[in-house]
């Protein structure tokens, strides 16, 4: 089992950044991907960035350029820095890990704060 607790969410007004982070803890040597979801109201959850155990990241088009994923294996921690954020970033971000276990990845998912742009 894997707990996440993200942490770094709120209001910010467009144009700003802001920082989401998500510790780990539990069976964490066997996650073979971390990263981040989010869902706007009124939309399905999508896939916003991640990160493997190999180091290889990838992002959905919308956020290239201004979002980055990290990550900090001594604290067990990945975080997502967003710049130049729009109104149409507001939606539930949700941290996202997977263990592949008998070649089955198992998903675990954070409580999933809330990111509001508007001024």
């Known amino acids: 089992q894997v707990q996440l607790v993200e942490s770094g969410a709120g209001l910010v007004q467009p144009g700003g950044s802001l920082r989401l982070s998500c510790a780990a803890s539990?069976?964490?040597?066997?996650?073979?991907?971390m990263g981040w979801y989010r869902q706007a109201p009124g939309k399905q959850r999508e896939r916003v960035g991640i990160?493997?155990?190999?180091?290889?990241?990838s992002y959905v088009d919308a956020v290239k350029g201004r979002f980055t994923i990290s990550r900090d294996n001594a604290k067990s921690t990945v975080y997502l820095q967003m710049s130049n954020l729009k109104p149409e970033a507001t939606a539930v971000y949700y941290c996202?890990?997977?263990?592949?276990?008998?070649?089955?990845?198992?998903?675990?998912w954070g409580q999933g704060p809330q990111v509001t742009v508007s001024s």
């Open positions: 990160i493997t155990s190999g180091g290889k990241i």
């Open positions: 996202y890990a997977a263990q592949l276990v008998a070649d089955v990845l198992v998903a675990f």
């Open positions: 539990g069976s964490i040597s066997s996650i073979v991907v």
